[in-house]
């Protein structure tokens, strides 16, 4: 396992994430109890949670698998999500975190939070109340960093403005989805996490499960899976040709002898601007399987195909400026130049 350090904090976590949201909705106690153990052993030392998972479900067995092994992990939890009927019960107002972030600690049997993540976007509520309520929270010592989730670059950069300008705590890292059937992120994201020293750390990188090895080409829907139950299934962001890209996936894997979601896995991890993946389990057994994506990497022949199949077209203006050096540089005409 290979740990790296959280944008330009000297936090450091696992590659590799352990996502939670099955606890309570396809793995009861006795299994994420196992799933944990199954990790650490493997040396995860990252895992993630949130309020809203299964209405605080997830926290409760989260804290209950991890017991007096929870001081050598990083745990991540976030709020946003309604956890309740009332109006201000959900949203990132400074009411609504400062009464969330306790009762995950309560939920989690800790207290302080490595990691405390705003899970969407409030556009009701300015980035300074959040911003300034979340530095609150870090000087109180109830959590230690903070970040976001599922925000555009030009919020980012805003808030990362605003906590630069008026003293407060700033964004660690940002969690996106991304995979080899989403790649947005990288027309935006990405460079404004690298300009800002911002991380990286990628929900649903095998898609769902779409290339987790159960599908094949053409297949919408496949018994026993998110697609067939409706539940957690990104399928609406993934690129028109997503069943090319894992077509191209599964001859990757039959080349390497390793499993497609090893494969899909080791991918987004070896992109150099990804500090960590979160992967999620209903087993030990899955959890076992996504654990061997750790401690290599993908040859650059494979990588490259990879690549190729699932790279996006790129969007204006990126699409239109791309080039633009080399048109300059070609222009120029000066004395004692080389010719061409």
Same mark, same amino acid.
């Given at each position: 396992m290979e740990y790296r350090r959280l944008g330009r904090t000297g936090l450091k976590?696992?590659?590799?994430?352990?996502?939670?949201?099955?606890?309570?909705?396809?793995?009861?106690?006795?299994?994420?109890?196992?799933?944990?153990?199954?990790?650490?052993?493997?040396?995860?030392?990252?895992?993630?949670?949130?309020?809203?998972y299964n209405a605080g479900v997830s926290e409760t067995m989260l804290g209950k698998a991890l017991g007096a092994r929870r001081r050598q992990t990083v745990v991540a939890s976030k709020a946003f999500n309604p956890m309740g009927p009332g109006p201000n019960?959900?949203?990132?107002?400074?009411?609504?975190?400062?009464?969330?972030? #306790?009762?995950? *600690?309560?939920? !989690?049997?800790?207290?302080?939070?490595?990691?405390?993540?705003?899970?969407?976007?409030?556009?009701?509520?300015?980035?300074?109340?959040?911003l300034r309520a979340f530095d609150d929270l870090v000087r109180l010592g109830k959590v230690r960093y903070i970040a976001c989730s599922n925000y555009e670059g030009w919020r980012l950069m805003e808030a990362l403005w605003i906590s630069d300008t008026r003293g407060f705590e700033r964004f660690a890292c940002h969690q996106p989805q991304y995979s080899l059937v989403v790649r947005d992120i990288e027309e935006e994201i990405v460079s404004a996490c690298q300009l800002k020293g911002v991380g990286i750390v990628?929900?649903?990188?095998?898609?769902?499960?779409?290339?987790?090895?159960?599908?094949?080409?053409?297949?919408?829907?496949?018994?026993?899976?998110?697609?067939?139950e409706g539940w957690a299934y990104p399928s609406k962001y993934?690129?028109?040709?997503? #069943?090319?890209? *894992?077509?191209? !996936?599964l001859a990757a894997s039959a080349e390497l002898g390793r499993s497609p979601a090893e494969v899909a896995l080791r991918w987004v991890l070896d992109r150099p601007f990804v500090t960590g993946a979160i992967v999620g389990a209903r087993s030990a057994a899955q959890a076992a399987q996504s654990m061997k994506a750790a401690g290599w990497r993908l040859p650059q022949a494979i990588d490259k195909k990879l690549d190729d199949a699932s790279a996006p077209p790129a969007?204006?203006?990126?699409?239109?400026?791309?080039?633009?050096?080399?048109?300059?540089?070609a222009a120029v005409k000066m004395p004692g130049m080389a010719k061409p």
């Open positions: 976590v696992s590659e590799i994430c352990l996502g939670t949201m099955t606890f309570g909705h396809g793995a009861d106690q006795a299994e994420a109890d196992r799933i944990v153990a199954t990790s650490l052993d493997a040396g995860v030392t990252f895992f993630d949670t949130a309020n809203a019960d959900s949203g990132m107002s400074r009411s609504h975190i400062l009464e969330a972030v #306790d009762g995950s *600690l309560k939920r !989690l049997g800790t207290d302080y939070l490595d990691l405390y993540y705003i899970h969407h976007v409030d556009i009701e509520t300015p980035l300074e109340e959040m990628c929900w649903s990188p095998l898609a769902g499960g779409f290339l987790g090895g159960r599908y094949r080409p053409g297949e919408a829907k496949v018994a026993g899976t998110r697609s067939a993934f690129v028109p040709n997503a #069943d090319a890209v *894992l077509a191209a !996936l969007r204006y203006p990126r699409s239109m400026e791309t080039g633009m050096d080399q048109r300059r540089a």
